[in-house]
């Protein structure tokens, strides 16, 4: 599959707990994006990767953290995990950084916390 | 502040009915808008943009400078495009900040 992929696909944890999600993007894309995606949120922008540096960050909580590895996958880290932080996760690539470039997005990673 | 707003999370019509998804942007100079689908149990992806002016699967969106408005329009709705659309627009050139989402369900 050489679209994004994202691991795993399910995550059930208890609360105060750390998870790690991983993406690999699209063969070529260099960009990288972490959404929440919560029932009464919508899709929120967490934060983006370029070329293993930041490039953007949103909504993101400080419990919360990612980076950039130089083979371009990525990870995001959710650290003293809550109730509200169960949602989707989803990555999304994109062959350069502006928000002008269509984003592939992956399954998403479904964490629930309990 | 909010960026794009979808001011509808649900809609619901019947097949062959018109069909319009709302999408309002909060105006910055002049802005690149797209609109995104998540169909059931498939990935998000995007159904189309602004600058291409295409039209994807019978859907059109028109720019309206004016309104500020990016509304989705569909004239004859079909079940298959029953999903979730997204509207969104590049904030500060790096990143894509994304509409609350609209239900769209259309009604054999």
């Known amino acids: 599959d050489s679209g994004v992929t994202q691991t795993p696909k399910h995550l059930i944890t208890a609360t105060g707990q750390r998870v790690t999600l991983r993406c690999s993007p699209r063969?070529?894309?260099?960009?990288v994006y972490w959404y929440q995606q919560s029932l009464d949120q919508g899709l929120q922008f967490l934060i983006q990767?370029?070329?293993?540096?930041?490039?953007a960050k949103g909504n993101i909580l400080e419990r919360f953290s990612a980076q950039q590895f130089p083979d371009l996958h990525s990870e995001l880290n959710l650290s003293s995990l809550e109730l509200g932080d169960s949602a989707l996760y989803f990555c999304?690539?994109?062959?350069?950084?502006?928000?002008?470039?269509?984003?592939?997005f992956g399954p998403g990673t479904r964490l629930t916390v309990l | 502040a909010q960026r794009v707003t979808q001011p509808e999370k649900l809609l619901s019509v019947f097949k062959g009915a018109p069909v319009e998804l709302k999408c309002n942007y909060s105006y910055s100079g002049s802005p690149e808008l797209f609109w995104y689908v998540q169909y059931s149990r498939q990935r998000l992806q995007l159904l189309l943009r602004?600058?291409s002016r295409e039209s994807i699967k019978g859907f059109t969106a028109d720019l309206n400078k004016g309104e500020t408005s990016f509304h989705l329009k569909k004239p004859f709705a079909q079940e298959e495009d029953s999903a979730m659309y997204y509207c969104a627009r590049p904030w500060n050139n790096n990143d894509m900040r994304f509409g609350a989402g609209t239900r769209l369900t259309v009604k054999p």
């Open positions: 602004h600058i």
């Open positions: 063969s070529g894309d260099l960009s």
């Open positions: 990767y370029y070329n293993g540096e930041e490039r």
């Open positions: 999304a690539s994109s062959v350069e950084a502006g928000g002008f470039n269509e984003q592939f």
